[in-house]
């Protein structure tokens, strides 16, 4: 899975500056929006374009920025677990 997300990074999301679509939806504050609308749009057409574990990985990746972008502002969660 973290293969899968590091190589996102650098396929076709970046601009060719290096700016991620994601860090400019984040600086109009839409950033957790922007993931929980993806993490449905894959949950809904799961299997339907013949790509469920691609459409798996899209998920959990978007859950993994939501929960970045959730807890941003804070070292840890309520039980003590670290953030990335």
């Known amino acids: ?27 109009c504050g839409d950033a957790a929006a922007f993931c929980r609308s993806n993490i449905l749009k894959y949950a ?10 691609m459409d798996i990985k899209k998920i959990i990746h978007y859950a993994v920025l939501l929960y ?6 804070q070292e840890t969660d309520a039980r003590g677990y670290e953030t990335f």
């Open 1 to 27: 899975m973290r293969d899968y997300i590091f190589e996102t990074y650098r396929a076709h999301y970046a601009s060719g500056k290096g700016i991620q679509t994601l860090d400019l939806i984040e600086s």
């Open 44 to 53: 809904t057409r799961y299997d339907k374009k013949g790509c469920a574990k």
């Open 68 to 73: 970045h972008f959730t807890n941003q502002d």
